[in-house]
């Protein structure tokens, strides 16, 4: 086990008591009625954003379906010295990829929320946007209303911002804020520990040093930097501000927002298609609920620790165009593979919020995707829509090991070695909320442009340049998906070569490790179903480094930390380089890359906003191609991934969203 995993694995055993539980208006469950007006999939972070907003409204009725279930306000979750201690718990799907052949061929957990919030229980808190030019790459891609200007006032819609609780705190550490791209009434409160880890500073001062530099505040869309980014974070509770307590608690009085648990969708319903028996019916003796079987998923992975041969059959020939105009008519769901399905039915909208992996999962159960795939699994082909599924992105990362030596500086890794030190700082965080249980996160974060670390930009910027769209893609794609890629792929080689884009993250969590990920990858995976079974966990299979561009990019990070660690400020912490080590030629940073890849938790962009033509699944309307009233609102319909972490964004793509329902030119 890594030595975070372990440190991870002694946090889960501290967290045992409940702290609070949550009193709701409404009971969750109560019997539904026989429509709504909107069927919301999944009630993670999109998932209650546009629930929540829909039913501010109190002539439309809202219901909102999660598979898992909510939390109890247990001390794992709320509080942030515990982020990363309850993945591979009850509230996580607990799927793996497939074998990453590409790599060491082992199978990679993929953490996924499973609970009333999502991800926004599991994630590491972390609260920034990406940079200016994410967004307006996708209006780029046809895309009309969704660049960086278009989406800024649904970020700042969601969120409540609290500056830095101290002026020298916010000195000492480069914490500024500019009051205009902040919200000041949102939802979601955005804060900062009451905490600080000292090695931030020298960390910051070392990438200075370096030429990186310090960017002014974190979420005005100029990422090129080194920046302390706030997490959704109750200022004087120092608790998680998840989408459960920002977007649902508070509404639960709500006559017309409705929400169940533990209930999977199976289908979405079609008018004039018959739904799919082999969906519908029962699994005979079952009892599955749809998880996948990861067990030790290593906490969040900010420390050391290829894909299956793509097929080449009928699966993924070219299609006929599709000229159908569907009209969905609602849901069917059922709490597990045994259990008899049930029908709920909407009389305008259903909206997937499922997730990047389970929203293309649950469109190609519903006939939704690729003609051959569906075909396989001998489900009715509704609409022939190729891009569902595929173009899955995702910040793969690769944990360092450099353990800092100096005594004098506090480590968090003294919570899980020091019994007397881990006592003083709870009963410090439950006396005012102070100290380091309030700094769970790793938010000293860089997210450099290559031409600032490194000296091979060129030879890395002609390679992706010269390479043929379809040379490091599964074999034979639709000429959709190929043209949607070719786009994405210009858009990426020309942001790589600028200075003020990031090319990667470094997470430092400040007890010596400086993980590195890749922020815009070349690479492109998919996810497929593999039965007919809505509770058998789809396939997923990343893709990660298939693209040798990003390998290059990793290889670049690797070596520019030990540029980091031999700066003066770098050097007062006394780190040994064990992972990699400070001799490691390319081969053994191959090696290093090869067995520490896995996830940074941000699958997207497999229900693409796209142009039908470029292998898209939704218009610049979130209204799935070839139906009326359909709709995916989640990390799935990101056309390209942004340097993120990427609950801020999906906040503000979903607050966004409410908006486009409402225009009455597109009312349904």
């Given at each position: ?21 949550h ?6 469950n ?44 247990q ?33 990679r ?9 999502g ?26 209303g ?81 920046a ?87 699966r ?16 069917e ?17 259903v ?71 881990n ?90 490790s ?26 997923i ?11 290059q ?25 064990f ?7 390319e ?44 709709r ?20 503000g ?16």
């Amino acid at each position: 086990m890594s030595s975070v995993s372990a440190i991870f694995a002694t946090i889960a055993l501290l967290a045992t008591s409940v702290r609070g539980v949550h009193i709701y208006g409404r009971d969750l469950n109560l019997p539904l009625l026989e429509s709504y007006d909107y069927i919301v999939v999944g009630c993670g972070i999109s998932g209650l954003v546009v629930a929540n907003r829909l039913s501010e409204d109190s002539s439309v009725n809202v219901l909102c379906i999660e598979a898992g279930q909510a939390d109890q306000g247990q001390a794992i979750i709320e509080i942030p010295v515990y982020v990363g201690a309850d993945i591979g718990g009850i509230y996580d799907w607990n799927l793996t990829t497939v074998p990453q052949t590409q790599l060491d061929g082992a199978s990679r957990p993929m953490p996924q929320g499973k609970a009333l919030g999502g991800g926004s229980i599991l994630n590491a808190m972390c609260w920034n946007r990406g940079g200016q030019d994410d967004f307006n790459a996708w209006e780029a891609l046809g895309n009309p209303g969704w660049s960086w200007d278009d989406l800024l006032p649904y970020f700042m819609k969601s969120e409540t911002y609290t500056p830095v609780y101290s002026e020298e705190v916010a000195e000492e550490y480069s914490i500024n804020y500019n009051p205009a791209v902040h919200g000041t009434s949102g939802p979601v409160n955005v804060s900062y520990p009451k905490y600080f880890y000292p090695q931030s500073v020298n960390l910051f001062a070392a990438l200075n040093y370096l030429g990186v530099p310090t960017e002014f505040d974190p979420n005005d869309g100029t990422t090129a930097g080194a920046a302390f980014v706030p997490t959704d974070l109750s200022p004087d509770n120092q608790t998680r501000a998840d989408a459960k307590v920002s977007y649902y608690d508070p509404y639960a009085m709500r006559e017309n927002f409705h929400v169940i648990t533990g209930q999977q969708v199976t289908q979405v319903l079609i008018e004039g298609i018959s739904v799919n028996e082999e969906t519908s019916d029962p699994t005979i003796g079952g009892d599955a609920d749809g998880d996948g079987s990861a067990s030790d998923s290593g906490g969040l992975g900010f420390d050391p620790d290829s894909s299956t041969t793509p097929p080449t059959s009928k699966r993924f020939a070219a299609r006929e165009a599709n000229t159908t105009n569907l009209r969905i008519t609602g849901v069917e769901f059922a709490p597990n593979a045994a259990a008899p399905r049930q029908t709920v039915y909407a009389t305008r909208e259903v909206i997937v919020a499922a997730g990047a992996l389970h929203s293309a999962q649950l469109l190609q159960l519903s006939g939704i995707g690729p003609a051959p795939l569906l075909e396989e699994y001998n489900i009715t082909v509704a609409i022939d829509l190729p891009g569902v599924g595929n173009n899955l992105q995702d910040h793969c990362l690769v944990g360092t090991f450099y353990p800092y030596n100096n005594a004098s500086y506090p480590s968090p890794t003294e919570l899980t070695t020091n019994a007397t030190y881990n006592a003083d700082a709870e009963a410090e965080y439950d006396a005012d909320r102070t100290g380091p249980w309030t700094a769970g996160s790793p938010n000293g974060l860089a997210f450099p442009p290559l031409s600032l670390t490194s000296n091979n930009t060129g030879p890395i910027l002609s390679n992706a340049s010269n390479q043929n769209p379809a040379d490091y893609l599964v074999a034979g794609l639709d000429s959709t998906i190929l043209a949607g890629y070719t786009a994405q792929k210009a858009s990426l080689v020309q942001r790589l070569a600028e200075n003020t884009v990031a090319a990667y993250e470094i997470i430092n969590n400040n007890a010596g490790s400086l993980t590195v990920s890749v922020m815009h990858p070349f690479s492109r995976g998919t996810c497929y179903i593999n039965s007919p079974d809505p509770f058998q966990p789809p396939s997923i299979d990343p893709r990660w480094l298939t693209n040798p561009v990003d390998r290059q990019v990793l290889i670049e990070a690797l070596l520019f930390n030990r540029q980091i660690l031999a700066t003066p400020s770098m050097l007062e912490l006394q780190a040994a380089q064990f992972v990699p080590p400070i001799d490691a030629d390319e081969a053994a940073l191959n090696q290093v890359i090869n067995n520490g890849i896995r996830t940074e938790f941000h699958p997207s962009c497999t229900c693409a906003m796209l142009p039908l033509d470029q292998g898209g699944v939704v218009d610049s309307s979130l209204v799935v191609w070839g139906t009326q009233n359909l709709r995916v609102v989640d990390a799935g319909i990101f056309p390209l991934i942004p340097a993120a972490h990427l609950q801020a964004v999906v906040y503000g793509v979903a607050e966004k969203v409410r908006n486009i329902l409402t225009t009455p030119s597109i009312m349904i």
